[in-house]
C-alpha cells in the first residue's frame, strides 16, 4: 500500500527554520520524483519544490534560496529544509508522488500525503 506520511511542522518565527519530512512505504522511492506543495486558506495549491528520480530539483520563485530539498533513498524519506520563514510560507505543507520527473501541475501527482501545518507568526 503506497503511504506518503509528512512530519515536522509547527508554529516558528519569521527567519526560523523547519526540517518536513515526508516518509515513503509501498514502493521504492528511487523510481520517484517527489513533490512538495503548500495550500493557504482561501489559495490555490501551490507548487513549492521537487526532486526527480535522477536527483534534479526544482523551486519556486517564492522560495528560491531559502528552501532546499533533499532524499534519502536507503529511508525511503525526502526532506524540505526551510529556512529564513516568512509569515507568507504558511500553509499546509504536503508531499505527492510522480513517476520519474517532476512537474509543477499538482494534478500530474498520483499519491498525496496527509499535509503537515506550519505557521510562521511571531
Known amino acids: 500500500q503506497v503511504q506518503l ?11 526560523g527554520s523547519l526540517r518536513l ?3 515513503a512505504s509501498g514502493f521504492t522511492l ?4 517527489i513533490g512538495w506543495f503548500r495550500q493557504a486558506p ?3 495549491r501551490e507548487g513549492v519544490s521537487c526532486s526527480s528520480r535522477h ?7 517564492s522560495v528560491k534560496g531559502r528552501f532546499t530539498i533533499s532524499r534519502d533513498n536507503v529511508k ?3 526532506y524540505l529544509q526551510m529556512n529564513s520563514l516568512k ?3 504558511t500553509a499546509v505543507y504536503y508531499c505527492a508522488r510522480r ?3 517532476c512537474s509543477g501541475d499538482y494534478n500530474n501527482y498520483d499519491y498525496w500525503g496527509q499535509g503537515t501545518q506550519v505557521t510562521v507568526s511571531s
Open 5 to 15: 506520511v509528512e512530519s515536522g511542522g509547527g508554529l516558528v518565527q519569521p527567519g
Open 30 to 33: 528511487d523510481y520517484y520524483a
Open 55 to 61: 536527483r534534479s530539483t526544482y523551486y519556486g520563485d
Open 76 to 78: 525511503n524519506t525526502v
Open 21 to 23: 519530512s515526508c516518509a
Open 87 to 89: 509569515p507568507e510560507d
Open 42 to 44: 482561501g489559495k490555490h
Open 99 to 101: 513517476d520519474f520527473i
